[in-house]
């Protein structure tokens, strides 16, 4: 399974972005899918996961009603909608899809065993 992320860039505080990642390799539709970021100097941290389902968790105060991830299995493809984009965000984001992971298990980035190469996304004040 390979994972392409893209869609990062430079825009500023209070614009919008919608980062993709698309699958191959495998029907990602089997697959549970997330997203998470890393800032300079921090760690990975998790965004949003989406289940097989098509429901959806976060647990990142500060993204919940901005960040809407979603996915199209006909497109094999993963989306994350950024909305409301703060300095804060500023990160590396990368996308990942483990085959199966529950609650919160799907936070932890070690769960995950497929990985996009990451994308940039910078937001200016």
């Known amino acids: 399974v390979q994972l392409q992320a893209s869609g990062g860039g430079l825009v500023q505080a209070g614009g919008s972005l919608r980062l993709s990642c698309e699958v191959s390799?495998?029907?990602?539709?089997?697959?549970?899918g997330g997203w998470f970021r890393q800032a300079p100097g921090k760690e990975r941290e998790f965004v949003a996961a989406?289940?097989?389902?098509?429901?959806?968790?976060t647990n990142v105060d500060s993204v919940k009603g901005r960040f809407t991830i979603s996915r199209d299995n006909a497109k094999n493809t993963m989306y994350l909608q950024m909305t409301s984009l703060k300095p804060e965000d500023t990160a590396v984001y990368y996308c990942?899809?483990?085959?199966?992971?529950?609650?919160?298990?799907?936070?932890?980035?070690?769960?995950?065993?497929?990985w996009g190469q990451g994308t940039q996304v910078t937001v200016s004040s």
């Open positions: 989406i289940f097989i389902s098509g429901s959806t968790r």
């Open positions: 990942a899809a483990v085959s199966y992971c529950s609650g919160y298990n799907c936070y932890d980035s070690g769960r995950y065993d497929y």
């Open positions: 390799g495998r029907p990602f539709g089997g697959y549970v």
